[in-house]
Nanobody, 126 residues
Framework: QVQVVESGGGLVQAGGSLRLSCTAS????????MGWFRQAPGNEREGVSS????????YYADSVKGRFTISRDNAKNTLYLQMDSLKPEDTAMYYC???????????????????WGQGTQVTVSS
């Protein structure tokens, strides 16, 4: 059984930083692309970033490019999202996803991801 658990969310002022973590068990972690999604109240869930199995390629939503950095430590079965220069519009529940199936250009399609965590809340105050 695959388990995905996010942590690291919290309340931060605009301009601040947070680092989210995601651990996944029950699967060969280094065999899968991993991703981060977020969902703000009243909005659909959207892709934030993804990283290929060995970390060779990373992808970002335009809204976070240059501010967020995705990385992974396969020895620790852990995915990270370093979020800098946070803005109030980054406020959302952040979800980790794994077992992606598709071409790289499809990473934003949540239907392509099989396993999800419960999410960690990020709130950015102005």
């Amino acid at each position: 059984q695959v388990q995905v658990v996010e942590s690291g969310g919290g309340l931060v002022q605009a301009g601040g930083s947070l680092r989210l973590s995601c651990t996944a068990s029950g699967l060969r972690f280094d065999g899968y692309t991993m991703g981060w999604f977020r969902q703000a109240p009243g909005n659909e869930r959207e892709g934030v970033s993804s990283i290929t199995s060995l970390g060779s390629y990373t992808y970002y939503a335009d809204s976070v490019k240059g501010r967020f950095t995705i990385s992974r430590d396969n020895a620790k079965n852990t995915l990270y999202l370093q979020m800098d220069s946070l803005k109030p519009e980054d406020t959302a529940m952040y979800y980790c996803a794994t077992r992606f199936s598709g071409s790289p250009s499809q990473w934003r399609d949540e239907r392509r991801w099989r396993d999800w965590g419960q999410g960690t809340q990020v709130t950015v105050s102005s």
